[in-house]
């Protein structure tokens, strides 16, 4: 059953080709991030609050730049977004490694701005080659979220590597030279983005999609993220309570790999969870993880239950808000997505970190699913009971 599912898609003209080149092109946008952190620190000789603001500047850009980018999808094409992005990306890796820590963080800003965006493009590239059929795109939705569980499971790991086996240089010339590759890569590749017609619609007012369903898809893509960020916080202090950290990267890796088996068992299935079901769940199985944080395997353990959650949830709000969103717009929109993600990441690990300064790690797990619950609630009174697949295609095919 696992295997027709996937079969069926990427057997469709110029899906398989899209996945190698959007799953590829993930690994350097993963790496990116804890590759200007250690430069800053290690690089430059500075502290990790001076690392923290230079992530926060490409936040910044990120968020503004998502629909910014988006527009521009939509007006120009997707090879000028790509050409733009490309060029961008080509300056920012080649100039970053020998600038000074306040020209490092200008161009941060200015580089998350113009950011490659390869989740985005490779979702709209795939709902435009996909048939409407859930049988299609529930299973192209979910190995796209494992494809980028595992780009962040590779990602770091390797930014990581190259940074203490040679030089935050290295690191970052090579991260450089992957995320051009990866633009060059798309920009022959050309996948379409959307159809001929919708190409040649107007304007669409920006209220005409920016309502209750699409809102409650945003608040819980920010609040998954939020957690994600968080509880990778929480983990990281609750094995330095016990005297464990060393294997933080393991329990993490535990908790993707339950992800990405979740995310293809999800795929396969034909009546899944609806999504406001599946955060309700993200969150409650969060809650208690904290209480089993005394040992290493004990809390890679009670992370299983939660992790086998997270790529289904992120295939789900996917499918949603590219279902919601009108394909002429659909580049702002996804771009729109994009921010909601950016913000959720930026938020969640300071606002866990100060839950936990002012109590203890055990706190922070409650604090991360509380955040969750807290996003289904919000979701549900903004209209997310329609958020199931079902309702979804009803309400599509009477638009």
Known sequence: MVLTSYGRVTALPGVRMLFVVTGLARIPVAAAGVTITLHVVLGLGMGYGEAGAVAAATTLGMALGGPLMGRLLDRRGLRRVLLLATIAAGVFWAAAPWLPYWGLMVLSFVGGLLALPVMSIGRQAMVALLPEDDSYRRPAFSLDSVLTEISYMV???????????????????????????????????????????????????????????????????????????????????????????????????????????????????????????????????????????????LLALALVPNGLLCAPTFSSTSDAVTRLAPESVRGTVMGVYSSAYTVGAAIGAPLIGFVMDNSMPLWGFVAAGGVGLLGVATAVALGGHKLSQRQLSSSLSAS
């Open 155 to 297: 990602g770091p790991s390797a930014g990581v590597f190259l940074t203490t086996a040679f030089s935050s240089t290295t690191a970052m010339l090579c991260v450089g030279t992957g995320t051009v590759l990866s633009g060059v890569w798309l920009y022959v590749l050309d996948p379409p983005v959307k159809s001929e017609e919708a190409a040649q619609h107007g304007h669409v007012p920006l209220l005409s999609w920016l309502r209750g369903p699409m809102i409650a898809v945003l608040v819980l893509a920010g609040a998954m993220v939020l957690i994600m960020a968080g509880a990778e916080v929480a983990i990281v202090a609750a094995l330095r309570v016990s005297g464990q950290v060393g294997w933080s990267g393991l329990v993490i890796a535990v908790w993707c790999l339950a992800s990405v088996v979740g995310g293809i068992v999800h795929g396969a299935m034909r009546r899944p969870l609806p999504l406001v079901v599946l955060m309700a769940l993200v969150g409650v199985t969060m809650v208690p993880v904290g209480l089993l944080a005394g040992q290493w395997w």
